[in-house]
């Protein structure tokens, strides 16, 4: 996916870059409101984070201004204003949602999988392997045509699997990704993710493997 | 530190002021009615003297060797008509007293035809005595006759009391009158000082509006300066609150970086010891920065419950909104929020702020504390003109304290250690129903789990 990043912190900026980028996103950092609108001339996005308070303006004016324009690029407002008011005040402007500095990384993440399905997304290419089908926008998975039930985590678990299939994750960088950093849980709930994701996808030619002492992977018999 | 003594009550120097002219005005009052009258009644009696001693003096005759004298018995009574007075008579001929009482005092100069009237102290009593001098002819001589004509003053003092009583009573009711007028007037004068008085301290505590009451001329500059000192102190509150709000993006906005790299470091470590410490980390700053959101809207709670009545709000939507806005979050621990609402929308009269930061806390907790992979169910229900919003997860439940002892400020539960929290929300909840006009209960749910409940008035 593209995402317009548009933040003046460096720092910030610098880490939310890395940290969607080590995901496989391509991203644009803009560091101002007119580098934002240089961008947004060019290129086309699928979302754009939006920091309020910019060396040149105020993000709230640059999305009254998105929005007239009748751009339908989504947008997720990422603030550092707290209070209720704030974030009531952001929806009334025509933010698609919104985080508050500091922000967990997994929420941004279901956020924006959230809003991008709520759009409809860009349609969004649908990724095989084996006999599977996974639509990862729309939480579809079928196993040789036969639609199978998974929930959120069992979803993202596969989705970061199918991502590189043969590759192995570690149970920590699986961990990392698939729950939140403040969230306290026990050692072995990367275990029992895995465990349910092999019986949801019973009767498929892909299975996951454990790969002792070193993690997991997606592979195909 | 001593109270600065109190300036006397303008009521009392109202009322003062306004009865002494009274009493004045009533003793004046009283006075000149008995002058008036105890003068007229003087003058009334003293004619009728006049005329009856002027009558026997008229009846004197000259002739050979005597003066003859032939009191009219007509004038005696004459006097007895207007009371029962004694009467007392000497007549004075060339200086010898001829008939009557000899020792009447007689007046210091000698009188003429027109009567003259004097006081005198006779036989222990003060009588009137009106003296009429004549000349007769007695032997062809002009001999000097005087007429002395004396009358006690017993009815004219009975009436004269009298007149005296009735102007007493003239100037009691007056000033009787005049003192309830003092009172009234005094009262009415003061009102719009009361009025205005009653409407700022009516006010709650966080009212900082101008005082817009039509009030006299003479308090304009009173609510002029009163407003100025509101605006003051408005200004002074909006920059604290601006203050605050600027303080807490530069807090933020340095702990979000420090979170951000902290993630990605502990995306590329390793070892289990410095994951462990990253995560400390991470929690740490969560800590940190949900305590300073959480005081921030507990202050707005507080600043916003004193706005006046807020437009009708459909609670439903808000319901609806609310569980959009955290169904990413309930979905990354694979929870459902399932909302169980009336078809048509129910209408509360509160403030839609207020309202927010109380569901959002209970939705937060109910999203903190469950248990993955359960259901948080919202339900709105109607009973004798209340709402109540009940927020079900099945978590953890309330631990050993109870409920009592959550929603103290910064007080948490004590089988929660685990999981980030500002030990505010509860806090919030509470205030927040409380300025709608309503309360909140939590307690433990059956089969597991906490049930809060807001309990608020159908607008």
């Known amino acids: 996916m593209r995402f317009l990043l548009v933040e003046d912190t460096p720092d910030l900026g610098q880490a939310v870059l890395d940290r969607l980028t080590l995901d496989g996103h391509g991203v644009d950092w803009a560091r101002t409101l007119g ?79 959230a809003v991008l399905r709520r759009r409809g997304g860009a349609a969004q290419t649908l990724v095989t392997f084996a006999d599977l089908t996974f639509d990862p926008l729309g939480a579809v998975v079928m196993v040789d045509g036969d639609a199978r039930d ?10 970061i699997l199918i991502a590189a299939p043969e590759r192995i994750f570690s149970k920590g960088h699986l961990h990392d990704r698939l729950l939140s950093a403040s969230e306290a849980v026990s050692d072995n709930a990367i275990e029992v993710y895995v465990g349910r994701l092999r019986k949801k996808l019973a009767g498929s030619r892909a299975r996951i493997e454990t790969v002792r002492g070193v993690g997991y992977r997606l592979t195909a018999l | 530190m001593t109270a600065p003594r109190r300036a006397a009550s303008i009521r009392r120097r109202l009322l003062i002021q306004g009865v002494g002219i009274a009493a004045l005005l009533a003793l004046v009052l009283y006075l000149a009615v008995r002058g008036v009258a105890g003068s007229a009644i003087q003058t009334v009696q003293d004619s009728v003297l006049g005329t009856a001693t002027v009558i026997i003096a008229e009846e004197l005759r000259g002739g050979t060797g005597a003066v003859s004298v032939d009191i009219p018995y007509a004038a005696f ?72 004509l004396g009358q006690t003053r017993t009815a004219q003092a009975a009436i004269t009391a009298q007149m005296a009583n009735r102007a007493a009573a003239l100037g009691l009711g007056v000033f009787a009158l005049a003192a309830v007028l003092a009172l009234v007037s005094a009262r009415a004068a003061l009102k719009p000082v009361n009025l205005l008085a009653g409407a700022v301290e009516r006010r709650g505590p966080q009212d900082l509006r101008p005082v817009t009451r039509a009030v006299p001329r003479e308090l304009v500059p009173l609510v002029a300066a009163l407003n100025g000192l509101i605006a003051r102190l408005g200004t002074a509150l909006d920059r604290t609150e601006t203050f605050i709000t600027e303080a807490a993006h530069h807090v933020r906005t340095p702990l979000a970086t420090v979170r951000m790299q902290t993630e990605i470091a502990l995306r590329q470590a390793d070892d289990d010891a410095t994951r462990a ?77 207020l309202l927010e930061s109380a569901l959002r806390n209970l939705l937060d907790n109910a999203l903190k504390y469950g248990h993955a992979e359960t259901e948080i169910t919202v339900t709105l229900t109607q009973e004798d003109g209340t709402a109540l919003i009940a927020v079900c997860d099945r978590g953890r439940g309330l631990g050993d304290g109870g409920a009592g002892a959550l929603t103290a400020r910064f007080a948490r539960g004590a089988n929660v250690a685990d999981v980030v929290g500002s030990g505010l929300g509860l806090t919030i909840v509470r205030d927040a129903a409380r300025a709608c006009g309503g309360s909140f209960e939590i307690a433990e749910r059956t089969g597991g789990g906490t049930c809060a409940t807001l309990h608020l008035p159908l607008g």
Do not use: W
């Not at chain 1, 603030?79 to 209720?84: K, N």
């Not at chain 1, 922000?103 to 279901?110: G, P, Q, S, V």
């Open chain 1, 35 to 113: 580098a934002a609108r240089d961008h947004l001339a060019v290129s086309t996005y699928d979302l754009i984070l939006l920091d309020i308070m910019l060396p040149d303006g105020d993000g709230r004016d640059f999305l009254a201004e998105h929005r007239r324009a009748r751009a339908d690029t989504p947008v997720i407002v990422m603030t550092a204003r707290a209070a209720v008011s704030d974030r009531v005040a952001l929806l009334d402007t025509g933010a698609d949602d919104y985080v508050t500095k500091p922000f967990d990384f997994a929420e941004l993440e279901a956020r924006v999988r």
């Open chain 2, 277 to 353: 410490s990253l995560r400390q980390v991470i929690r740490a700053v969560d800590s940190a920065a949900r305590s300073a959101g959480q005081m921030l809207d507990h202050a707005s709670v507080i600043h916003r419950s004193d706005r006046g009545a807020p437009a009708p709000l459909d609670v439903c939507a808000v319901l609806r909104d609310l569980a959009h806005q955290v169904r990413p979050v309930a979905d990354m621990r694979d929870m459902d929020v399932v909302l169980d609402l009336p078809d048509a929308p129910v209408t509360l009269a509160v403030d839609r702020l």
């Open chain 1, 150 to 159: 998974l929930r959120n985590r069992e979803l993202r678990l596969l989705e």
């Open chain 2, 77 to 148: 009574s004459m006097l007895g008509a207007v009371g029962e007075d004694r009467v007392f008579y000497r007549i004075v001929v060339g200086g010898e007293t001829v008939t009557g009482y000899p020792d009447l005092p007689l007046p210091d100069e000698a009188p003429g035809l027109t009567p003259a009237f004097y006081d005198a102290t006779y036989d222990d009593t003060i009588l009137r005595i009106g003296a009429v001098g004549r000349s007769v002819l007695v032997d062809g001589q002009r001999v000097g006759v005087t007429v002395l």
